[in-house]
């Protein structure tokens, strides 16, 4: 058991493994992810990436607090946080760095995530790497680097397919003890973009009003609630 060294400048919200809802697709990632944080996969590096809202942030969090439920030392940084001079000085002490949207970092930071990466990897640490596109497609200056990223596991995490973000959806209102037709959950799907993020907050937004104003979830609720966001989203979704 290693002394607990929290060194992430910034801390994401606690997640597991358990509520990351899956596909035949995703379970895989999440199940190679949940390996690797178990030290059951002889691979030091992973690399994630999809489209925003399919819930990279989830997993890297949730390997987090599994390397932390044990006892080991972890790092996160977002992406912008790795562009501040000396952000990365000593996270090779940590036994999991995890480093998410990884699109920020900027061309100057280059170099001192590539020393990063080298000095982990000669210390022992693990390293999660996430972005909204692959590591070829981060426009690198320093191909170096590029190559370092591609060194260990490379996942695409795609999108839930319809029947299981639905699933996903009702399982999330029922985890807060609420309700909702049927009909609610057609009317949120068809106007809002069909991301497990987005819905989350969705659910996060009518709890809170359900339970402030003692109302039923409803269509008009959900109405009176969103009625700008629904807006913003659609025209969002209808971009090419």
């Known amino acids: 058991m290693h002394p607990q060294l929290t060194l992430g400048l910034d801390t994401a919200p606690a997640t597991s493994f358990d509520s990351f809802h899956v596909d035949a697709t995703t379970a895989l990632v999440r199940d190679t992810l949940c390996a690797f944080a178990q030290g059951t996969l002889d691979d030091v590096q992973v690399y994630l990436w999809g489209d925003t809202g399919t819930g990279k942030s989830h997993l890297l969090t949730a390997a987090c607090q599994a390397f932390s439920q044990s006892g080991y ?31 920020r970092l900027d061309h100057a930071a280059e170099v001192e995530l590539f020393h990063c990466i080298n000095r982990c990897r000669e210390a022992g640490a693990k390293l999660i790497f996430a972005a909204d596109r692959s590591h070829e497609e981060l426009g690198l200056k320093l191909k170096d680097l590029q190559t370092r990223l591609a060194w ?65 979830i409803t269509i008009p609720l959900v109405k009176s609630v969103f009625g700008e966001a629904e807006r913003v989203a659609l025209s969002e979704r209808s971009r090419p």
């Not at 977002?78 to 036994?95: F, W």
């Not at 819905?199 to 359900?210: I, M, P, Q, W, Y």
């Open 73 to 103: 030392r972890v790092g996160y940084l977002p992406g912008e946080m790795v562009n501040y001079s000396g952000a990365l000085d000593g996270m090779e002490q940590v036994d999991l760095l995890c480093i998410d949207d990884l699109q």
């Open 152 to 216: 260990g596991l490379v996942f695409q995490v795609q999108s839930l397919n319809d029947d299981t973000l639905r699933d996903a959806f009702r399982k999330e209102i029922e985890a807060r003890s609420l309700e909702a037709s049927d009909e609610v959950l057609g009317y949120v799907l068809r106007r809002f973009p069909r991301r497990i993020a987005t819905l989350k907050h969705v659910v996060d937004t009518l709890d809170e009003v359900s339970l402030s104003e003692q109302r039923r």
